[in-house]
């Protein structure tokens, strides 16, 4: 048994073009099949990334009434026993709390409708990364009296510098209208205009002052976890204790994120599907003209007496040395690749202008979940070993004495 | 030249196995290809016709400017001339007038802004399944008073079927508008943000509530599946005057699935793209392999006299005829498979088509049957195939004979 | 020496006395339409290129907070009310027999398809109370002499307005002629007074134009047919209930 696989470890070098050919499709495969899912995955997380660091967060709480129409008196039912519970929460990170307010914001330029909402900025900069994507200004650090952090595309739509000035008109607790005026104190640009487009952000003590709700009540509460696989722990183990307000993950917040996951993998699997059709197919290919080409030697082997088996097992070895020596270095070839996309970044600015509205940016970094390299890896060698096992039928069928008369 | 042709139609046929492997690997190459790229662009062009139908139309006319002032007041006269012209032109099925405008709907102490479109319904089930969205209650038909809400609203309000709602606005020209309706029937738009948006309202209704008899804002042109949207553009433009309307394709009024589908067919491309890298490789390995095999047939070929140049002919003609037999079995493989998908389209199953319902959308893929891609990727992959040709050619120019026949 | 003194102060002494702050003057041009009580029939017309529309609403107003308006014409927006009672605006339809009180959202839409908002008509008084006055200088308008004063948003002052400019005439104190400016400098609304009649002992101008100037051929006529300031009026005209009993 040991001899054949020598034999056929010798075999393979026996022949280099064709083995090269062999590895070389196995190395592609592997490599472009791993590289695309890191691609798929890096667009999938940053897409995710940018909507938690901005909006979402991993888990929000309000008031069930509110999730409705954001009344301004429905909030967070028994606040303080909330908050206390989400300290002694086990996997909480950071967490943060908002008033909301939906309202008209007016210059003399014009009036639209947004969201008002009041932060605490120390907290706030814990939770959303919001702080970082200024293009303009400062947050909440310089100016005294009612500043507001607004988004680039309303600034553009209103023609709003830093200092200027905006009037917006609230309803308070007792439904009466209100207004207040605020300046600009920064502008931020994430990657969903229309987020940049409706919401202003001030500061809680201010807004408080001018709805009316004074005694510390609260809107909304954002918590992140240590990682993102966390949330539903998280969630999980509040719903347990505060059964009054709705606590939510980002995936029930935003299904579509979670849905484009799904599509993603469906899509992922189809393709593998069809890179190791593809790939089987080579194999095959390959090593059934091995098997042909060495029909006087196959013969010969077979006439002075080797087992059919042994034949067979030969050229299963052959595949599966290979497969072994292709696969590594086609997963080097993958970690290598990935690794620098990872930090580099693929700039598709040229291709997808797209991609910023959909909250990407162009800019794809790669990733891949250490457990895909092992599942594509084995994948590929399973394939591999069933390909070989065709041309290595096709050699049992061959006839000793054929085989002998074409020398 | 005939004898070449002729040697090599007759080493076709002498080697079958080793030409029937080689026109496999151009079968498989060519079959996976068109088998993805249908499936591929089936899928868009769902998704489009979807996205569109339920959102925007194919294309819709207004009068100048409304888009980016979507004011009442840029509403303009619904004209059947114009509008029996417009059906003329080929592929299109039907044109469908609409007038939208905001409003106050209250009920109670309650009160909300919302969006309601004044349509002509019968014509409206032409673009999308209304029995599919009923949840309760009825359709009104055209010459009803009752009007149809969204559920969300219609919890918000907490009415059901029956129950009169109120409205509240601003008409054409600064009149008021004012009405007061009762609810026909309640509907899901599968959609959370339309849910709480909007509520449609017989076109008479609208007219009459908006003081804007006879008035549209919308005309939106219902076209074949098939038909081309571009060309059905152009002659609309033809057809109206410029200076009074706008006409603008569902490209321009959601960008954001046009975004979408770019991105997702940049993938799509980079993912053939490795198919054929792979496949490239496998023509190449095979065509690789026969040549090596062939080393001591080609020496003699020379050694006898036969001239290089015949002889790289004749390598060219069975590499011509390999690849267009491995072609032409690939598409007639593959063309009855996407055909019958095309009409049975694909299901996906199991949660992930149920998350595609959940949006209001079937989970369906049906695949393309436009000919440009089984011709594509065609003439594609027998190009790759005619270029692995090179590598015998290149051995044979410098092939020495004598070395060749003694590798026998 | 002291008696120079003595004549310097008692000479700035009369002069402050006689002379007026801007403060003064706005204050007094602003009360002359909303001290106490008030009746006016008043023709709104709206004119846009390609349409105009004319209205006729009585109005009756209590002091600066309190004023409601009852539509006459055109017939098929008869009977409609407008209630404003300090911040909020309610609004009657007879049509469909309801009264709904205005969110947010409607307050800065413009008023029955003019250039005037339910916002601007809330926020009239503000113009003493958030802006600082200073009279700029004097000026000829309409043939008659005016002072031009300066109005500047103070500084928490929930205003648009960067900047306003009032010609007020020296005689009788009416606003001839108002520009707004939006905090960049540039104008974004005038209003032009003319067509001074005596209402009831007072000189008012009865026909105003306001005139958007980023909107050309857009303009509001506000024309007074009838004003009266000796009216009485009962309390329940400014009470939501009897919004529907206005006649």
Known sequence: ?407 | MNLTFKLAWRNIWRNKKRSLITIASVFIAVFLAIFMRSMQLGMYGNMINNVVKTYSGFIQIHKKGYWDEQTLNNAFKYRKGLVDSLKQIEGVVDVIPRLQTFSLMSSGHLTKGVMIQGIDIDKEKGLVSWEDRLISGNLFSNNDNSIIVTKDLAQYFNKKVGDTLVFIGQGYHGMSASGKFSIGGIIDMKNPKLNKLLVFVPLKLAQDYNSAENMVTHLIINKDDNAENDLIFDQINDKLDQDHYEVMTWEKMIPELKETIQVDNLGGILMIGILYMIISFGILGTVLMMTEERIYELGVMLAVGTKKIKLNLMLVFESIVLSLLGVLLGILLVSPIIYYYHINPLVIPGPKGQALKDFGFEPLIPFSTDWKIIFTHAMIIFTIAIIASIYPILKVSFLKPVEAMRAK | MKIIKVIIAIIFFSISLSAQSAYDIVKKSDSKLRSANSYAKIKITAIRPSWSKEMVIKSWTKNSNYSVALVISPAKERGIVFLRRDKEVWNYVPAISRTIKLPPSMMTQGWMGTDLTNDDMIKQSSILVDYNHKIEGEEIIQGKNTWRIALTPKENAAVVWGKIILWIDKEDYNQLRGEYYDEDNFLINKLISSNIKKFDGRSIPSHIEFIPEDNPGNKTIIDYLELNFKIKIPEEYFKTRYMKRLR
């Open chain 1, 1 to 407: 048994m040991f001899k054949i696989i020598k034999i056929a470890w010798r075999n393979i070098w026996r022949n280099k073009l064709r083995s090269s050919v062999v590895m070389i499709s196995i190395i592609l495969g592997l490599w472009s099949g791993l590289f695309i899912l890191a691609m798929t995955y890096g667009l999938n997380e940053q897409r995710i990334d940018g909507a938690i660091n901005t909006v979402l967060s991993h888990i929000q709480i309000h008031n069930p009434d509110f999730l409705n129409d954001q009344k301004i008196n429905d909030t967070i039912i028994n606040k303080e026993f909330v908050l206390n519970s989400i300290k002694n929460t086990d996997k909480v990170y950071k967490f943060t709390e908002r008033l909301i307010s939906t309202g008209m914001v007016s210059n003399a330029k014009g009036s639209y409708g947004i969201q008002l909402t009041g932060i605490n900025p120390d907290t706030e900069k814990q939770v959303t990364e919001i702080y970082s994507k200024l293009i303009d200004g400062e947050y909440f650090t310089k100016l005294k009296r009612n500043p507001a952090v607004i988004g680039e595309k309303l600034a553009k739509k209103m023609k709003l510098k830093l200092n200027s000035k905006i009037i917006v008109t609230l309803q308070n607790t007792k439904g009466d209208l209100t207004n207040a005026a605020f300046r600009i104190e920064g502008i931020f640009k994430t990657q969903n205009t229309i987020f940049d487009e409706t919401t202003i952000f001030v500061r809680k003590t201010d807004l408080s002052k001018i709805i009316g709700l004074t005694n510390g009540q609260i809107h909304e509460i954002a918590i992140v976890g240590k990682s993102l696989e966390d949330s539903k722990l998280i969630a999980n183990n509040l719903k347990n204790i505060d059964k009054l307000n709705k606590i939510q993950t980002w995936s029930e917040i935003s299904p579509e994120l979670g849905y484009a996951q799904e599509m993603m993998s469906t899509f992922l699997i189809i393709f593998m599907g069809i890179v190791l059709m593809a790939l089987s197919f080579g194999i095959i290919n390959s090593m059934l003209m091995a098997v042909l080409e060495r029909k006087k030697e196959l013969g010969m082997l077979m006439a002075i007496g080797m087992k059919k088996r042994s034949i067979f097992i030969m050229i299963t070895f052959e595949t599966i040395f290979l497969t072994l020596i292709a696969a590594p270095i086609g997963l080097l070839f993958s970690y290598i690749s990935i690794e620098y996309f990872a930090k580099h970044g693929i700039d598709l600015s040229n291709f997808a202008s797209g991609l910023e509205s959909l909250g990407i940016g162009a800019i794809i970094h790669t990733y891949l979940p250490v457990k895909m390299y092992f599942e594509v890896s084995l994948l590929t060698v399973l394939v591999a070993f069933i390909s070989s096992l065709f041309p290595a039928r096709r050699a049992l069928k061959l006839n000793p004495a054929e085989a002998i008369k074409s020398l």
